[in-house]
């Protein structure tokens, strides 16, 4: 089992499917993972994981017109994984996964008394990671230590973004079916129990 925290960057790029400017959104914020998994060979490692990126006030830029946003951006999977430890005694590992994911934008502010249902879009599709890390023993079952992960995902939906100022009104900046693909770098701190 491992338990995942730390931080990165999440990038998407929005492509309609007919006519019109692509639309990119992007910021920085939390990452998180949890795994759980058995050995079948020595240091080979298979099992379930589920991961989240997530990013808070992302920006928006669509036809060279950039804003800021006071929502959030995620992206997140549940990952069939396999993970390595090329010797099995040591700390460094690779990780590889692959499965169902979802990519959402809401741009409402936590804090507004105005939450429609119509202002998140939610887009599903795949993700996909490659990851390297590596952990010290810290007692006979629990290891610690770090992890990069690179993070993808592709999915199809119908997007709307809208922006708010600070009176609360809201203001469509894109409105379409398309196809978004997006990708997370992070870096976490980790802690795995064998």
Do not use: C
Not at 2 to 27: D, F, M, Q, Y
Not at 47 to 55: C, H
Not at 71 to 99: N, T
């Amino acid at each position: 089992m491992r338990l995942a925290i730390g931080g990165g960057v999440l990038h998407s790029t929005i492509h309609p499917e007919g006519s019109g400017n692509e639309a990119k959104l992007s910021g920085s914020g939390l990452a998180l993972d949890f795994g759980f998994g058995g050995a079948v060979a020595d240091g080979f490692i298979i099992g379930g994981r589920m991961q989240i990126a997530q990013a808070s006030d992302p920006d928006v830029e669509i036809a060279g017109d950039k804003r800021g946003t006071s929502g959030s951006l995620e992206m997140g999977g549940l990952q069939f994984f396999a993970d390595i430890y090329p010797w099995p005694r040591g700390g460094f590992h690779v990780l590889a996964g692959f499965g169902p994911g979802f990519l959402s934008y809401d741009p409402t502010p936590d804090n507004s008394t105005h939450r429609e249902e119509m202002d998140a879009s939610s887009a599903s599709g795949y993700s996909a990671t490659v990851g390297a890390g590596w952990e010290g023993w810290v007692s006979s079952q629990w290891g610690i230590g770090g992890m990069l992960n690179l993070n993808w995902g592709r999915f199809s939906d119908t997007v709307n973004i809208r922006t708010y100022d600070a009176a609360g009104n809201s203001t469509t900046m894109y409105d379409s079916k398309s196809t978004l693909t997006a990708f997370a770098p992070n870096i976490t701190f980790t802690a795995t129990f064998n």
